[in-house]
């Protein structure tokens, strides 16, 4: 009498490929999907942010209006300040700022700071690389903010300013002038790419 022959379990060799292949594909969508979406869902919620901070300190329980009401109103001041009168009211005001105590700090540097980076006084558009070693072989991005420290009695050397990656802090250095070698690139561009730790591909326009 002959005993029926066990059935083997069918192999499952073949099956695992294909899975691993469709679990690969639906990471790489996952992934894909996520660099389309969260930066444009981190950018709107900091802008939402901002717009609900500036109508909580305005009092305006309308979102949006805030924000409206205080461009509308930057914007009126600048266009005042181009008047004779208003311009010399504004004068005395920023001298009396800056005679007060402690006030003088926070408003100097606050007001030395945006005038860095817009209006006519703009100091972030020389790029430059800075030598680290005497070979040159290791450097940094920065950007020249004086041309001339010789009255704080360091004659041939400059200001420069190293912004850090991936944050709004960054450390100014005193460098002799033979160690910075300008950018002929678009600061904007230099900016972006140090920011963003050189992950950012620039544009890489020459300045003229």
């Not at 899975?19 to 939402?48: E, K």
């Not at 006084?121 to 040159?136: H, P, Q, W, Y």
């Amino acid at each position: 009498m002959t005993h029926p022959t066990p059935t083997s379990t069918p192999p499952v060799g073949p099956g695992r490929p294909l899975s691993r292949s469709v679990g690969r594909r639906v990471a790489a969508w996952f992934a894909r999907g996520l660099l389309i979406i969260a930066p444009a869902v981190i950018t709107v919620y900091i802008c939402w942010l901002v717009i609900r901070w500036v109508d909580g300190l305005l009092g305006i329980d309308i979102p949006g209006v805030g924000i409206v009401v205080a461009l509308v109103a930057i914007t009126a001041v600048g266009a005042l300040a181009s008047t004779f009168v208003t311009r010399a009211a504004l004068g005395l005001l920023d001298d009396l700022l800056e005679r007060l105590p402690f006030v003088r700090l926070l408003y100097t540097s606050s007001k030395d700071l945006l005038n860095a980076f817009v209006g006519d006084r703009r100091r972030f558009t020389k790029a430059v690389r800075v030598s680290l070693t005497e070979d040159g072989a290791v450097g940094a991005l920065g950007f020249v903010t004086d041309e001339s420290l010789e009255r704080l009695g360091l004659p041939g050397y400059v200001a420069v300013y190293l912004p850090q990656s991936y944050n709004f802090a960054g450390q100014m250095l005193t460098v002799r002038a033979d160690r910075v070698s300008p950018l002929l690139v678009d600061s904007g561009d230099v900016m972006a790419f140090v920011v963003s730790g050189g992950v950012t591909t620039t544009a890489g326009k020459s300045q003229s």
